[in-house]
């Protein structure tokens, strides 16, 4: 998840552009040190006119998350608060709508053309922002994913019974006649009962086993799954399982748990995840 990289789309108000500039350049700047990629810049007339860039933006699959820059100077009517109010509400809207982040480098209202220049590294924090909710996103869809994994693996497929030969219309009509209709499902194989199976193994020797034990892992052994990771470094679900001789769904919930309180977080993706201390 950490070494996945983000693809981050700008939209930039041209009104006031001697403001939005620096703060463009300066947006990319800081995204390069952030390991992000600003693969699109788009440039709208003014800051009323961002959501409808941003909407285009996220429409594009190759485009994790937004960063809005604009700049909304004092005017002598209350023109520049309804601007920044009516943009930031729907660019906010935008991003729940599509699923994916977008960060507010809007300065402004109520603020002259110097507090403006002042104020040219709220695209920096804007740029954070975004990366931040990238990766926060990233790591939940990843664990999303494990857990449908992990439940796919505890489904249990029934075999698929065997089934008799049916009998004809006749047969079937002449069992009416004579009043003898069968009460039991046609063709179907009497189930042995649980100790007639294992009586017969015993005769033949074999090796009862039971299934892997289906609990919830007690704190005791949370304690140790910590001191494994200290020694090891890392530990996989499947290490986990082995420990404690516990199914999948089992070692992960424990993992989820230990997430939950801030004691070891994810590394890696897919088939190389693996956890550490956090």
Request: hydrophobic share 35%; glycine share 6%; aromatic share 6%.
């Amino acid at each position: 998840m950490e070494n996945k990289k983000i693809n981050m789309g700008i939209v930039a108000a041209e009104f006031n552009y001697d403001v939005t500039y620096a703060m463009v350049e300066l947006a990319k700047e800081h995204a390069k040190f952030l390991n992000a990629e600003v693969v699109e810049v788009m440039k709208v007339p003014g800051t009323y006119d961002i959501p409808f860039g941003v909407k285009i933006l996220l429409s594009k699959k190759n485009i994790d998350c937004i960063v809005t820059l604009g700049a909304v100077i004092e005017g002598q009517t209350d023109h520049d608060e309804i601007i920044a109010q009516q943009a930031s509400r729907k660019v906010m809207d935008l991003s729940l709508e599509f699923n994916k982040p977008v960060a507010l480098g809007i300065s402004g209202p109520g603020m002259s053309r110097l507090e403006a220049h002042e104020r040219v590294d709220y695209a920096k924090r804007a740029v954070e922002a975004a990366v931040k909710m990238c990766k926060i996103k990233f790591a939940n869809e990843e664990e999303e994913k494990e857990g449908e994994e992990a439940t796919k693996e505890q489904k249990i497929e029934e075999p698929e019974k065997e089934r008799g030969e049916w009998m004809s219309a006749e047969e079937f009509m002449n069992k009416i006649t004579e009043g003898k209709r069968e009460k039991k499902k046609i063709g179907r194989p009497k189930k042995k009962k649980t100790f007639e199976v294992m009586a017969e193994k015993t005769k033949k020797g074999e090796e009862i086993r039971g299934p892997a034990k289906l609990k919830k892992i007690k704190d005791e052994e949370k304690r140790k799954i910590i001191e494994e990771i200290k020694k090891k470094r890392n530990i996989t679900t499947k290490e986990v399982m082995n420990m404690f001789n516990v199914k999948r769904i089992t070692a992960w919930s424990a993992m989820k748990e230990l997430i939950k309180e801030g004691w070891i977080k994810t590394e890696g993706r897919r088939n190389k995840t693996h956890y550490i201390l956090a």
